[in-house]
């Protein structure tokens, strides 16, 4: 349909309506596009289905103590590892989740006075998902929260963490697989 509009929208330009063939053709391109996003649409959801949270996890979890000061945590922990996240701990209970941002908020010369529990996001306030969650309803809910990660937590226990990089690679490899 949206080609034949395309289609109809050139010939009436070249048959001197050109404002209304004009508006015909780009009827046309935006039905077209809007039919394209439609059908990724479509196939991401067909690639993610059954699939769960657990399946494409981070199988890592790095912890680190809620009273490690910033400078520490930069040095030792994000430099060293190229990590962006640490669920912040405390005797083994989850207490936050400590990313790249909230270090950025504090000023530099301050690291080495400020505590990750002083910064960190705390558990009640994160956006997280089950180990059991359906993907494609998770992915909706990362879209609308504009988030980059997401804690898994299987109560207040974390488990892992999902981002959108995993998410990626696991419909990129169901695709090449042709799951």
Not at 16 to 27: C, P, R, T, V
Not at 145 to 160: I, K
């Amino acid at each position: 349909m949206a080609f034949l509009f395309i289609l109809l929208g050139v010939r009436q330009m070249f048959l001197g309506g050109f404002l209304n063939g004009l508006w015909i053709a780009f009827s046309g391109w935006f039905l077209n596009n809007a039919a394209e996003s439609s059908y990724r649409q479509v196939l991401l959801r067909d690639r993610l289905v059954g699939v769960i949270a657990r399946d494409v996890m981070d199988q890592e979890c790095p912890t680190v103590s809620r009273d490690l000061l910033l400078d520490r945590l930069v040095d030792d922990h994000i430099l060293n590892t190229g990590r962006r996240y640490f669920f912040v701990t405390n005797d083994g209970e989850l207490q936050g989740l400590i990313i790249l941002h909230n270090v950025k908020r504090t000023p530099r010369e301050r690291w080495n006075v400020v505590t990750v529990h002083e910064v960190m996001t705390p558990v009640d306030a994160l956006f997280w998902a089950r180990p059991d969650e359906d993907m494609w309803a998770l992915l909706q809910r990362i879209d609308e929260a504009d988030v980059n990660q997401v804690p898994v937590l299987d109560g207040r226990r974390p488990v892992v963490m999902i981002s959108r990089e995993h998410l990626l690679r696991q419909v990129r490899i169901r695709s090449e697989l042709g799951i």
